[in-house]
């Protein structure tokens, strides 16, 4: 991102083939984007920063997204030395990854690597992807393969970074996957959805004594909180302090009618009634209604009948929480019912089979979908897949501390299955383990691997991060 001659020629090349936006749709978007303060990114082209000059930068600074690694074979001179600095003075600061992968399990390696590298204090984790390396299989393929080798290492933010044309030519398939799109573009705005625009390579910080690259973020699609947060997106729930114009006065949320507790990562079903997106006129078309849509961000809101809006991936826009039904989406093996209910005999849930399963219970189901929503299937029948009625049994990812915590008497095994014959030893509750990663059997339960490459069981009846 910075200093790389051939990276800012490849840029400007890129710039030159965008079609211009109306000066009217630039100015809009732009002051949608603005912040006051800096957003640089730092690489060892900016040299070995003090502490001194950490110091001076923290005040004019909303964070710093900081380069660990250029492909696996070279790291960053500088990074360990700036990020521990950031650490120490308290600058919010993200990583990122310049990548050199060859394939999609050579991305996966990029994305160990850079993982196991970084700092772990980071808020969030950058692929920047803008020169087509890969010499085997597709490009979009192995962008998927860098971002879900890092969503199985982390639940923390994963964003992705290119230039416009590349973006869309290259990865325009999977770096919809990513939490947020952070675009280069050193013209004009972008014209495809971004959540942080880097406008220039030429932005004179006095702390530094040097120019650096810079960027814009768009408060309406997430304020500066989100990005500084140092929780995953599993946790990411942030006040929407600035209310989208900077300020920095609260709102006491308003006692909601809908639901307003939906999480990052839950699938929201947008209404057939839904009126407008989330802080703006601009009514919802029918074409994005009746539709399933990943939340990811959630933010306390103060308008109608909600005390919350989501951000949905794919419609790239902000809904207030009265507007969706969110269900859980992919197999979680089993859930815990935070409500009692109703069972079925039909996936319609229009027959009632006479009993109830009550709040509390940890529920073996299979997801499945019926028409255009989910249901939860039983060995005796049907239950909503509703999130407003139940959590995943299991923890789904490694905690942020790397440890787990038991909470009964459980069992350690030599093979992920967990069947009698392959316990090695029983552990005792309140027993801490150390965990590097969680895995995923194809009805959705799951099990950590111990450090020592035992494995445990992910039961939340049995463990606790």
């Keep these: 991102m910075n200093g790389q001659q051939l990276k800012t020629a490849a840029k400007g090349l890129a710039v030159a083939a ?25 690489s060892e082209w900016q040299g070995k920063l003090t502490a001194t000059q950490v110091q001076n930068m923290k005040p004019n600074v909303s964070f ?12 960053d001179k500088y990074a360990a030395n700036n990020t521990n600095l950031y650490v120490k003075y308290g600058v919010p600061f993200g990583e990122y990854a310049y990548s050199q992968f060859v394939s999609a399990s050579d991305a996966k390696q990029e994305a160990k690597d850079f993982y196991n590298r970084s700092n772990k204090n980071a808020a969030f984790y950058v692929l920047d992807f803008e020169v087509n390396t890969v010499k085997s299989g597709t490009t979009n393929a192995a962008v998927k393969a860098w971002y879900d080798e890092m969503r199985s290492l982390t639940n923390k933010k994963l964003i992705f970074y290119s230039y416009q044309s590349f973006a869309t030519t290259y990865a325009n398939t999977a770096r919809q996957n990513f939490d947020a799109q952070w675009i280069a573009n050193y013209s004009y705005t972008p014209t495809i959805p971004f959540a942080l625009w880097q406008y220039t390579d030429a932005y004179y910080m006095s702390a ?33 302090t600035n209310n989208n114009t900077g300020s920095n006065t609260t709102t006491t949320p308003a006692k909601p009618t809908a639901y307003s ?22 009514a919802i078309p ?41 269900y859980w989406y992919g197999q979680h093996g089993s859930y815990n019912l935070t409500s009692n209910l109703n069972l079925y005999s039909d996936a319609a849930l229009k027959h009632k089979v006479g009993a109830k399963y009550k709040k509390g219970t940890q529920l073996k189901a299979k997801m499945i979908k019926n028409g255009k929503v ?6 005796q029948g049907y239950v909503s897949a509703n999130v407003k009625y139940s959590t995943p049994a299991y923890l ?45 059997r194809s009805t959705g339960s799951r099990y950590f691997v111990t450090a020592n490459g035992q494995y445990i069981t992910a039961n939340k009846s049995y463990v606790t991060n």
Aim: glycine share 6%; proline share 2%.
């Design 64 to 75: 710093v997204i900081n380069r660990r690694q250029y492909g696996s074979d070279y790291i």
């Design 396 to 440: 789904e990812s490694v905690p942020s501390s790397k440890t787990i915590t038991t909470t009964r008497k459980v069992y350690a095994y030599s093979k992920s299955s967990l069947k009698k014959a392959y316990r090695q030893n029983g552990v005792a509750a309140g027993t801490k383990l150390t965990v590097q990663k969680v895995g995923k």
């Design 286 to 326: 029918s074409s994005a209604k009746q539709k399933f849509y990943k939340i990811t961000a959630v933010k306390a809101v103060n308008s109608g009948n909600s005390a919350q809006a989501v951000y949905l991936s794919g419609l790239n826009q902000w809904v207030l929480s009265q507007d969706v039904d969110a």
């Design 374 to 379: 989910r249901r939860l299937k039983t060995s």
């Design 208 to 240: 530094l004594n040097k120019y650096i690259d810079n960027s814009r973020a768009t408060l309406s699609v997430h304020p500066i909180s989100w990005w500084t947060a140092a929780g995953g997106v599993t946790n990411n729930v942030t006040t929407d």
């Design 261 to 282: 507790k939906y999480k990052v990562g839950q699938h929201a079903y947008v209404h057939k009634a839904a009126s407008t997106y989330y802080g703006t006129s601009t």
């Design 18 to 42: 965008f079609t211009v936006v109306s000066l009217g749709v630039a100015q809009a978007v732009t002051a949608n984007a603005a912040t006051t303060a800096a957003i640089p990114d730092i």
